[in-house]
């Protein structure tokens, strides 16, 4: 029996329920009594957002170093730099204690109007992919995880917890699949209905988290983590997959999964298989390195440098556009 099934094979039904829930909005419940630790997320695509208050989402963070943004590091092409940006960032991780960090966004930009293209990288699923697969192993090679955000089909921020997304398989599969994506410790995804069933939530929807759609996009193995007020039910939400949830629910969550097991209306086993996953994570980003310590000096060269090289590769593409098209982006 390997380590991570003697772990579930310990838990009861309630710390199993409590640890698919989440303790707070920045943490999974930990297990002292099997020896499993509370497992530590934070936002930074484009740098660490520790907040101190792991109860509060919005409150002031703590000091970190602020890198370029994902639409400009895509404009430097440069997969090296994006992995020793990776590291930079895992170091900051460690230094502030941090386990899992909640990027890169690779969400593919469809509408100007998103209010959250700043965070991904390009309109070119390709594009998009490859740089995402360089801050990602950059990132994984110092022991910290990842979080791909937000998985697919995330247009808007209007209206973004009642929009209707409606989209078709093969516009899912052509433009929404990451050519080069790696194997992740984690996935992130809104609430947004997909594959032309309206009224459907991504985080019920089996096809969309666990099913072929993700399983051909590499996300078999990771853990799948809503986004905040992404989950309405709980229990539909792991029987489609939907391994964690940051606190949509908060204790009614952890009670509707209880009483659907003892009801018989949720077999055991599903929750199992999003215990296993949190489980396997947990001990794999909390144990490789030590967390604490001070930023070492990579983080203040690493990123002027790719806010440099970001705004030099800009500036060639804006020179070599036409006239028009110049004059308009330089106003």
């Not at 602020?66 to 430097?76: I, K, Q, V, Y």
């Not at 051909?216 to 489609?240: F, P, Q, Y």
């Not at 009670?255 to 996953?277: K, Y």
């Not at 440099?308 to 106003?331: D, F, I, V």
Request: charged share 25%; glycine share 8%.
């Amino acid at each position: 029996m390997s380590d991570i099934e003697a772990v579930v094979a310990q838990m009861t039904l309630e710390e199993k329920a409590a640890l698919c829930t989440g303790a707070s909005a920045w943490t999974t419940t930990p297990v002292k009594r099997v020896n499993l630790p509370e497992l530590l997320v934070s936002d930074g695509p484009h740098g660490i957002r520790r907040v101190a208050d792991i109860h509060a989402v919005t409150n002031k963070s703590l000091p970190a170093t602020s890198f370029p943004t994902a639409s400009s590091l895509a404009s430097t092409w440069d997969m090296d730099l994006l992995y020793e940006m990776g590291q930079a960032l895992a170091e900051e991780a460690i230094s502030l204690g941090v386990d899992l960090i909640l990027g890169p966004g690779t969400n593919m930009k469809r509408s100007p109007l998103c209010g959250r293209n700043f965070e991904y990288f390009s309109e070119d699923p390709y594009q998009a992919g490859a740089m995402a697969a360089s801050l990602i192993k950059g990132i994984q090679s110092k022991g910290v995880g990842t979080a791909l955000k937000h998985f697919a089909a995330n247009n808007q921020e209007f209206e973004r917890f009642s929009i209707n997304t409606e989209v078709d398989e093969r516009t899912l599969r052509e433009i929404y699949r990451e050519f080069e994506r790696p194997s992740l410790v984690a996935m992130e995804a809104s609430r947004v209905p997909q594959r032309n069933q309206p009224g459907t939530y991504a985080s019920e929807h089996r096809w969309y988290a666990d099913g072929e759609f993700s399983k051909t996009n590499g996300a078999s193995e990771g853990v799948v983590v809503s986004d905040w007020g992404a989950v309405h039910d709980r229990v539909a939400s792991l029987e489609a997959a939907w391994t964690c949830d940051t606190r949509s629910q908060a204790d009614t969550g952890e009670r509707a999964i209880i009483e659907a097991v003892q009801d018989g209306l949720l077999d055991e086993a599903v929750l199992d298989e999003s215990v296993r996953r949190i489980v396997r994570i947990a001990l794999k980003a909390t144990g490789k390195h030590p967390k604490g310590g001070k930023f070492g000096m990579v983080a203040t060269t690493i990123s002027p440098q790719s806010g440099r090289e970001g705004w030099y590769c800009s500036k060639q593409r804006l020179a070599a556009a036409p006239e028009g098209a110049a004059a308009y982006c330089r106003q």
